[in-house]
């Protein structure tokens, strides 16, 4: 563990170091060459989504009006399943003028 952090620490310390006019001219031609055969990046196309008022993303879409109540009836029903028939609870619900 000490070796590895060791090894690190003198990455580290290296990386830091100014780098000689060589080093630069070698870096510098080695994004030249690398950057020429690489293509730019074009943006992807943007498709554009015309929506109708009516759509809302609910369905059926429809006012039920300002006084309107939510009516629900809730009971139990069996479920047949592969690991045995359970009970679950269902609930229906409707809008009625209130």
Do not use: F, H, K
């Not at 989504?49 to 009516?54: A, G, N, Q």
């Not at 759509?55 to 939510?70: H, L």
């Not at 009516?71 to 229906?92: F, H, K, W």
Request: proline share 9%; with cysteine; charged share 20%.
């Amino acid at each position: 563990m000490r070796i590895m952090m060791a090894a690190l620490g003198l990455a580290v310390a290296l990386g830091g170091l100014p780098m000689t006019d060589t080093a630069r001219a070698q870096t510098a031609m080695q994004v030249a060459q690398s950057g020429d055969s690489v293509q730019p990046r074009r943006a992807r196309p943007r498709v554009r989504i015309y929506r109708t008022p009516d759509e809302r993303g609910v369905y059926p879409s429809y006012n039920p009006g300002p006084n309107a109540v939510r009516d629900c009836t809730a009971n139990l029903v069996q479920e047949y399943r592969p690991s045995g028939t359970v009970i679950v609870p269902r609930m229906n619900c409707y809008w009625r003028r209130g």
